[in-house]
């Protein structure tokens, strides 16, 4: 969930490996496995999971 959580707000994986004390190589690890369970095919389908599930979202405004 933790990690659904930070592909909602809009972390990159540097960003999101940090915040979950990871290196980002377990990271993809751990992304690779949701995906596989929840049978979705990017990190997208994830987040559109989470967002249809209620799951409280941030996004976070990137500067251009």
């Given amino acids: 969930l933790d990690i659904i959580l930070c592909l909602c ?3 990159s994986d540097e960003e999101m ?3 979950l004390e990871m ?3 377990a990271l993809e690890a751990h992304i ?3 995906l596989t ?3 979705h095919k990017n990190r997208m389908g994830l ?3 989470a967002v249809h599930k209620g799951y409280e979202v941030s996004w ?3 500067a251009c």
Avoid: G, P, S
């Fill in 9 to 11: 707000k809009n972390l």
């Fill in 17 to 19: 490996a940090k915040e």
């Fill in 23 to 25: 290196t980002e190589d």
């Fill in 32 to 34: 690779a496995n949701v």
């Fill in 37 to 39: 369970k929840t049978r």
């Fill in 47 to 49: 987040i559109f999971e």
């Fill in 60 to 62: 976070r405004a990137e």
